[in-house]
């Protein structure tokens, strides 16, 4: 009775009172199943099958040394072969249930490389489009030839004009100092008939006097 109450108080952890069981390792007990799974379905097992069933056969009919434990109808052999597809048929689910899920993740790793090399295909074609638009902005040797060639012409002709403004500041400054050197000498200012700006008439020498 005061086992019984003790037992009965709430304030104390109930003793379990399962029977122990001894575990099993579930990866190990999954690749003894693959295993026996493949070996079943080998031409090896067949063989084995046929010849244990011939000699437990001929056995029990010639009864070689007295020894007849399974006669005609041989019932032992047929519970033999009952408890064998009892465990054989878990054993080729477990196997089959294990190949699904390593299907299965290779079939999720495959999607997700197939993912990822869709990605990398679009972020290629995106970088080529953009390098395609990039190399049509970029000048080519044509373009820049032509330009260098217009650069050069327009600096020779700048350079030519420079050269005539020169010239005529030259002309302009030299005939500004003749007409100061007259006035200083008092004589008269001389005729310009073309101006300032007028080019300077080339002189003819005298002809020689003929013989």
């Keep these: 009775m005061a086992e019984f109450r003790r037992d009965a108080r709430l304030d104390q952890p109930r003793v379990s009172r399962r029977v122990p069981v001894p575990k099993i390792d579930s990866e190990t007990f999954g690749r003894f199943a693959e295993v026996f799974a493949r070996f079943m379905g080998t031409p090896r097992f067949i063989a084995y099958m046929t010849i244990f069933v011939l000699v437990w ?16 109808p041989f019932i032992l052999l047929n519970l033999f072969f009952s ?14 249930n294990r190949q699904a899920n390593r299907d299965r993740v290779t079939m999720e790793e495959d999607r997700r ?13 995106r970088e080529i489009a953009s390098l395609r638009i990039a190399l049509g902005e970029v000048a080519t040797r044509d373009f820049l030839r032509s330009e260098l060639v217009r650069l050069i012409e327009e600096l020779d002709q700048a350079a030519t004009r420079r050269q005539k403004t020169e010239r005529k500041e030259l002309r302009r400054e030299a005939r500004r100092a003749a007409r100061r050197a007259a ?3 008092g004589l008269d200012e001389p005729f310009d008939e073309f101006g300032d700006d007028a080019e300077p008439l080339e002189q003819t020498p005298p002809r020689a006097p003929r013989g």
């Design 57 to 72: 056969i001929v056995l029990n009919i010639v009864g070689l040394y007295g020894l007849r434990w399974d006669p005609y």
């Design 183 to 185: 006035g200083a000498e």
């Design 113 to 125: 490389r197939a993912a990822m090399q869709k990605e990398d295909t679009e972020y290629l074609a």
């Design 83 to 96: 408890t064998q597809a009892s465990y054989a048929a878990p054993l080729i689910l477990l196997a089959q």
